[in-house]
């Protein structure tokens, strides 16, 4: 997260501290003095791959300018259960009205962290790398391509507006996959390469005869695959897509492919056991 | 969804529009011709209940005023695999570019109603009730626990400010369980109930001297739940909470809690499998 | 006003810079050298219960972040006339331009706080206590009700959204005050009290037999109002509401009801006077 | 209020709705039918002068598209009590929900349009007009000026950037009267007028030496007035402005003045009585 | 501009007419009766290319949805002066409100769109593509790439996030162009082509080496573009940068360059001659 | 730029930085190292009027709180080619993100104020006085008039809300224009003054007999400008306006107006030549 980033970011976060705190927090305001102070550590409760530590400092820094923060462990990290990843020190009313907001995106970014790492081990000495999807929480999808990235998988495109992807839905409008590329490469820019997904072997023909930059072969099988990559013997990188799990994510990688993309890591997200442990100070 | 809860979501869909539109969606401006036409539908690949058909429909309505829109199935509807929920027809661009941004809504939210049912069958015929937690996606906040109750289950509180439930965190200030639930109930308005959080006998106990009008039993096993409910013999309402399963749920609506409250329906969500069939029109 | 509080508040506190000072303070830029520097003080010209002064210092920080600003009082102190409240040091220009600003919330929050205290100073030695209404100018709802606790006034609910008040234009959708209760209560979340307004004795009883939490007697005289004490006999706390004035309160508080809202506190606001005094500095 | 006036108040209004409704009307969902539908009216309970009925409308419109809304009186009538000034037809849901947030804006304008309708008949026969200040509301500047005008009276400069005023915070500055105005006049463009607010005869005679334009005796007593009347025989028109009552603003506008300005009309409002009356439709 | 990009720039276009519009068109309100009615055309007095129909109309829309909009001409079209591009018909306070924001985005688009004409037009039979760059005035970034394309220009990157451009700036972190590069390509997602900036030959061969997709002569003579374009001998598409006039764009065009690429399309525009002439009606 | 102003373009600013770097910078991000440095240089390449370093200012502020800026010249300085203008350091990402951003608000504002200042430079000598238009860039209203009274122009005024200019499609709706000019007069305020836009001998005559404050002549030969000047002999200010360009400029003044607008100087911008150097550090 570079500092433009997070400026970019700040209104999400500004509106998820709203959706929250709204109001106020009744809580707090009723059950600590107003001169409270207390010190928190972000404790991780499982093995994981950290991300979202800037986040949290940024959340904390917009709650209250008054708070402290001291990062123990960057995003990237990875880390075993009880580990203290952060330290905040300053209003204990603060630190509470914080807590749940922080939280969440800490465990749901460590969530993704750590599987994409889970995935990326997977394959490890094969040439393919694990890829994301698009299908990201609505609002969260920068974040959620960070913690890929911090779990040491690669991002596709981040919206429809950076990349090129002929899907099924495109191509019904036309009368070969070929014919789609190319219309395609008429009326892109020049820094625009064209991925188009294919189910069979004579769109796959068809794709490359038309001139498409990489391929996405789109609920391909292992044997499916193999055979794929060796038709296509190097003339595009191939990616693989659709009913990747853990499980068979190496055989599709030993299969030859260049790219596995995995859209369970953004949409079925389980959120990492991490907690707050709050004490006065 | 009240039309004017869609109102005050307005912002938060159009985020996620510009999140995944951006500055345009190349694919299909370079593939489709500009006054092509297709009719589109959202078809279930499982069985599930549906939530986010209203989202949807008003995600329609904001990219593009011109598309038609047709619900066939209603939020709160248990589903078969292969049904039809909801058709669209217009602007084959704009069909495309909505096409992601519906499905992210819609995935996450009959994954978290159809999640949300399953728990409710399992503590079918006891008197305990399924409720979520503030465990959501960040901006999520609403439209999860919309979806939660799509699924039949009932909200706890939707943020820190209209509801109060006093953790082990807000605890660590006060001598007693008592003294912080008596602080709470002198400085707070007459329409709040307060809940707090206790692990053990002692806590318990305090509690309801306190005056606690809800109790949360964190981290109990099914056995010390029993327990419990059997020492408070009805003077207050119970909430189990935090260890929660599918597997163990049961045990816990058994035991004579009157509540049960599951994070994981909205922390750790597997979007439902639905898709959109294009074809021209 | 606690800092997560101004950061929530921090987009309606730009939108009144915004009104005022729009394309430019042209009295200002042309009639100052544009190093000009000046001290200057907030004055108060009558006594009053001070609130506001916490939002002067982020108006005065959001203006120009070179200021210095030295408050001298809090909020919720009581002061007499000709008393500075608060000091601020810096370029001529920001100060004469926050000068309205600046003193439109102070003094209507003032103003608030020091209504308040008067109506709260006439129940002394009653068990009542002075609650708020939802009559507030638009767009200032948290800081009116800031403005009421400064005072020594309580807060009744701040929205729709965190309580309930069954009012007589719900009642009509149900054939009995009874009837909208258990509705009500079935639907509700755990945490949720229950108030409704009731206008005679049969409704009063029925309220008490459909399970109210609290009960609002609505345009009661305070002689119906002892009568209304008398018949509930502490079962739920009373709320007495509608036509209430400085001269009748403290007979409503006689008559022995828990709480008396009142609607003049925020709907019909005077302005306190506080001025700001400039000079070169 | 002119179509484009409304579209620039719309984000205002969006944030009054979101202030009361926030995360959902929880008494109108647990207590309505999904399906319910009424018919309801503003009435008034005492004599006024209308204004909002615009507003109103836009507010229905905003919360749900499906009401319908008839205005039986416009902004500027004048209306005795138990007059029906609009009804609104639909969802009951929706209808409930708006109905604090619409009066909350019908009962602040329809106060702010009676109390300048009765300055404005107090002086009947004068040529002095009354005159608002920027003394209102955060937030409501343009709304409570329409309001005055309304009423009948006059606007005074909207805020910093369409008028120039210079007060005794400016004239500090300068040497001398005349020396703050010529300072001014070779810095402004040429569509400016500048006003001056003066204290006594000299400042008054020196601020018609720098060639002011409008001059504002400050805080005169109605015998001043007079004299500085006099005194200045039509050279540039006056404006009386401080203290200015009800009981006392004929006597300035008999002294001769050309405005007076009364802070009053909009820095203590008081709501007119205006109720809601909602039955099932 | 497809309904979904009107909707992203909605935000925009509210700007602009609240930039302009501010507290309220007070030459109409004071010079209109309020139920004037009007008939307005927006007319050339020059020969040009149309762009911003559609902004107009989208303008007229949010402005007051009681206008009615026709267009006579549509985006793209050339037409010489005297020619009615569009009518719209209704209040004449709206039309008069409307007119100068509307014109200042239709001169501007539409001279961006004849400017870009001109260019392609001087290029015609090469093979040359007339290209745009991200010298756009600050927020109409989509609009003003929008108006190139109306002329016939193509598109370069939006932004820095859809488009790999590595200039000399960024050469200077590398040893060499090629390291650059690689560098670049191994950190890059899979849709990427790389762009890189050269000044000379040796950066030229280097950049070749390090595998670049494009590459862009920055500043070179027509001379020095004619013997690049040689010594590339096809490996990889050229884009002339820099310096680029009406005068020499076809030299570069006819050195055998793919691309030319103008900042002076849109850093440098002149607003075409469009006047709006209104009448009652 | 006062402290107050930058505040209230922050927005515009942000949008600004989110229109070129959206989702990420990916350039840099590919081609920096994470922890790389820099410094930068604001260069000129031609004679100029510097305008927008405070702005630069601000958007570096805002992209990145740890790059340190330090201005060398400030707004309205006027420097030769060559000259460095400011210098930024710190991270080499940030620096290459702010790079295009900066410039294009500091070319765009630099040739604003170039511009203007060759218009006043060819009035010198004369009573004349250069004035700007509203044909502004959509969104940049108040820069480019900053930049305006950077050259040394002045400023007509802001928008529709600050200044009352009945212009010919005003007129349409009046018999005369003696009487728009008093129906205006009637409804306007007393800071007001108006001006009128004639095109010959009959209407000038009407303006004046109608009581109008300053006359603007529109498309006026200098010849007639001459002779209206005599007509009016002094009774208003005149002002010339249509058709004014370097060449004919002082003859336009030296006719004796006091006013000369001329619209290129925001409608038709050349930008200013101006570079980023950036060197590692």
Known sequence: MKPVDLTLLREH??????????????TSRSTLDADATAVAGYVTKQDLIVSGIRIVEELARLCDTGLEFRALRIDGDAVTGNTLLAEVR?????????????????????????A????????????ARIVDTRKTA???????KYAVRCGGGMNHRVG?????????????????VA????????????LARIEVEVTNQLELDDAIAGGADVIMLD??????????????????PLESSGGITLENVREYAEAGVDYVSVGALTHSVTGADIHLQVRPD
Request: glycine content about 8%.
């Open 219 to 236: 609920n391909y099988t292992p044997d499916e695959t193999r055979r794929a990559v060796l038709s296509v013997a190097g003339r595009v």
């Open 13 to 26: 976060l500004l509106a998820a501290i709203r959706e929250d705190a709204g109001s106020g927090d009744v």
């Open 90 to 114: 300053g209003s204990a009313h603060s630190i509470l009205t914080l807590e749940r907001i922080s939280l969440n995106f800490l465990q749901r970014l460590s969530g993704i962290a750590t």
């Open 179 to 190: 014919d789609a590329v190319r219309t395609a490469r008429q009326r892109l820019g020049h």
């Open 138 to 144: 609505p609002g969260l999808r920068l974040l959620d």
């Open 160 to 176: 429809l507006f950076d990349g090129v992807l002929i899907k099924n839905n495109h191509l019904v409008f036309h009368p070969s």
């Open 116 to 127: 994409t790492a889970e995935y990326v081990a997977r394959v490890t000495g094969t040439a």
